[in-house]
């Protein structure tokens, strides 16, 4: 609806070829594909381990994993958007390019 790529965007392209073990082509399409399999690690540790300090530690690490993506997210934006290639690319047939691209009432079409 945006044409924004959300953080996750290419996790799936990321996993695919992950598992056909082509390494730097899932890094290519999201690095986050690294840090999810010890993401899901740490959430069946917390699940089967109920110890006083473990989830505290959990809660920090799920913290530090929404930082890490929300960071990562941001810089992907800001290097490889929107002249970037496949998973950041942008549809022009979105609805705030729709907005952007109207004319004012006066007829003008700069903001």
Do not use: Q
């Not at 810089?75 to 022009?92: E, T």
Request: with cysteine; net charge positive.
């Amino acid at each position: 609806m945006t044409g924004y790529p959300c953080p996750g965007c290419g996790l799936t392209s990321a996993g695919v070829e992950l598992l056909k073990g082509n390494f730097v082509s899932a890094w290519n399409f999201n690095a986050m594909i690294y840090l999810l399999p010890l993401a899901v690690a740490v959430f069946l540790l917390d699940k089967k381990f109920i110890r006083p300090k473990f989830p505290r530690f959990a809660l920090y690490f799920y913290l530090s994993c929404a930082a890490i993506m929300v960071i990562y997210f941001i810089v992907r934006l800001w290097l490889y958007f929107p002249d970037g290639v496949h998973p950041m690319n942008i549809s022009p047939d979105t609805l705030p390019e729709k907005i952007m691209s109207r004319p004012f009432p006066d007829g003008s079409k700069t903001r």
